[in-house]
C-alpha cells in the first residue's frame, strides 16, 4: 500500500480482556516498529522487528504485551488482561532499512486504545 | 523515559512569522529527527540530521545540531496556517531505536 495501514482506528475495551491491533506496513519496508504515545506525551519505543523476528523488544512493559510477525509483512500487538492504564495511541511505523536512512519512519496513523 | 525535551511546550504566532523550537537531549547520539503530528494521530518525518552534521535545510525548514550543547533547533520560515500541528524531535542512540520529546505544539494564526 501506500502508506502504513493501522487497524482499528478506535478500540474501546473492558478492563480485563484482550485485544489484538494490526499493522500493515509499507511493501518492502524490512523494519518495524511499534510505539505507544499517552496524552500529552511523545511516542514511546515497544519493539523492532527486523523481519519476521523481534530485534528489540526491550520496550514492552510487561509480559502482558506481545507482538508477531509471522510473515515479516503484517505484525499484531497483543495485549492480555488489559489495564486502565493501557489506554493510549498505539502507533505503527515501518522503513526499507533499521533506522529508516535519510527518509526516517513513516508511521501509521495509529490506533486509540481505551479500556474502561 | 524519554531523552529528549522540547523547548517552549507551547508557541503561538501570527501567519507569516517564523517559528523556532528547541530540543535538548541527555545521551551520545545517531542522529537526530524532526516529526510533525497532526491531531494526536500519525507522526510525519520531516528531517533527519546526523551526529556529524551542523546544519540542513528541507524547504521552509531549517535544523542545526550542536553536539557539544547536545542540542538542536527546528525553524519554520514564513509559518502558514497547515504548520500548525505538534513538533516532536527524536534522538536515535542506534540505527531503529528512536527516543521523542514530549514536544511543541505550535499555533499559527492567520
Known amino acids: 500500500g501506500a502508506g502504513v495501514s493501522q487497524t482499528p482506528s478506535n478500540k474501546v475495551t473492558e478492563k480485563g480482556k484482550y485485544v489484538e491491533l494490526r499493522c500493515d506496513p509499507i511493501s518492502g519496508h524490512t523494519a518495524l516498529y511499534w510505539y505507544r504515545q499517552s496524552l500529552g506525551q511523545g511516542p514511546e519505543f515497544l519493539i523492532y522487528f527486523q523481519g519476521t523476528g523481534a530485534a528489540d523488544d526491550s520496550g514492552l512493559p510487561n509480559d502482558r504485551f506481545f507482538a508477531v510477525r509471522p510473515e515479516g509483512s503484517v505484525s499484531t500487538l497483543k495485549i492480555q488482561r488489559t489495564e486502565r492504564g493501557d489506554s493510549a495511541v498505539y502507533l505503527c511505523?515501518?522503513?526499507?532499512?533499521?533506522?529508516?536512512?535519510?527518509?526516517?519512519?513513516?508511521f501509521g496513523s495509529g490506533t486509540r486504545l481505551t479500556v474502561v | 523515559s524519554q531523552q529528549g525535551e522540547e523547548d517552549p511546550q507551547a508557541l503561538s504566532i501570527q501567519e507569516g512569522e517564523n517559528a523556532t523550537m528547541n530540543c535538548s537531549y541527555k545521551t551520545s547520539i545517531n542522529n537526530l529527527q524532526w516529526y510533525r503530528q497532526n491531531s494526536g494521530r500519525g507522526l510525519v518525518h520531516l528531517i533527519l540530521?546526523?551526529?556529524?552534521?551542523r546544519e540542513k535545510h528541507s524547504g521552509r525548514l531549517r535544523v542545526t545540531l550542536d553536539t557539544s550543547k547536545k542540542s538542536s533547533s527546528l525553524l519554520i520560515t514564513a509559518s502558514r496556517a497547515a504548520d500548525t500541528a505538534s513538533y516532536f524531535c527524536a534522538t536515535g542512540e542506534n540505527d531503529y531505536k528512536l527516543s521523542f520529546g514530549a514536544g511543541t505544539t505550535v499555533t499559527v494564526r492567520a
Open positions: 540530521i546526523r551526529s556529524n552534521e
Open positions: 511505523a515501518s522503513s526499507l532499512a533499521a533506522g529508516g536512512g535519510g527518509d526516517g519512519y513513516t
